[in-house]
T-cell receptor
Framework: DAGVTQSPTHLIKTRGQQVTLRCSPK?????VSWYQQALGQGPQFIFQ???????QRGNFPDRFSGHQFPNYSSELNVNALLLGDSALYLC??????????????????FGPGTRLTVL | QKEVEQNSGPLSVPEGAIASLNCTYS??????FFWYRQYSGKSPELIMF????GDKEDGRFTAQLNKASQYVSLLIRDSQPSDSATYLC??????????????FGTGTSLTVIP
């Protein structure tokens, strides 16, 4: 059973550039959430995709955008990179469509992350 | 702004002792609460979830929830060196939100000393 995969593992960019990160969810999962984790901090929610639509968005600027494909894989795009965008970017997959107190939809499986360094 | 607060530590306990990790949250509408473990250089993994007030036990782990006090804790009994990691408290946003948005604390670093 394939777990959550992310690519690339590491990435170095310069300020002003654009970057695309990729995520494939765990087999059977249809929901992908993206998080940014700065050093020494907890993950910060960027947005969530379900049925190819952005369903929920955290407090991140429009420079952060995403996409979900019919096979449920997802991309995170960041434009006009800033030094402060340097972080570990985590993708988490889960089952969507659940309600309150739904263990299946509440259980998120994280990928190994992409370490982005902006110089 | 929904906040989840944790003592960043570091927390050190001897092997075999009980480690107690605490978390408070600001949004009274929060319904679901989670503890993740994150080893250095790795991604978070879910170890416990709790929905109702009271205690929930799973092996050496016990999660405790007090919604009136907006307080969640994690107890690790018989702590082992392999428990040394950062423990993240996460709260699922209130049910009025669409989708599942989770708010994480900054994590508590735990070191179990052999």
């Amino acid at each position: 059973d394939a777990g959550v995969t992310q690519s690339p593992t590491h990435l170095i960019k310069t300020r002003g550039q654009q970057v695309t990160l990729r995520c494939s969810p765990k087999s059977g999962h249809d929901t992908v959430s993206w998080y940014q984790q700065a050093l020494g901090q907890g993950p910060q929610f960027i947005f969530q995709y379900y049925e190819e639509e952005e369903r929920q968005r955290g407090n991140f600027p429009d420079r952060f955008s995403g996409h979900q494909f019919p096979n449920y894989s997802s991309e995170l795009n960041v434009n006009a990179l800033l030094l402060g965008d340097s972080a570990l970017y985590l993708c988490a997959s889960s089952l969507g469509g659940g309600g309150l107190y739904d263990v299946r939809t509440d259980t998120q499986y994280f990928g190994p992350g992409t370490r982005l360094t902006v110089l | 702004q929904k906040e989840v607060e944790q003592n960043s530590g570091p927390l050190s306990v001897p092997e075999g002792a009980i480690a107690s990790l605490n978390c408070t949250y600001s949004d009274r509408g929060s319904q679901s609460f989670f503890w993740y473990r994150q080893y250095s250089g790795k991604s978070p993994e879910l170890i416990m979830f709790i929905y109702s007030n009271g205690d929930k036990e799973d092996g050496r782990f016990t999660a405790q929830l007090n919604k009136a006090s907006q307080y969640v804790s994690l107890l690790i009994r018989d702590s082992q060196p392999s428990d040394s990691a950062t423990y993240l408290c996460a709260v699922k946003g209130p049910p009025l939100n669409t989708g599942n948005q989770f708010y994480f604390g900054t994590g508590t670093s735990l070191t179990v000393i052999p």
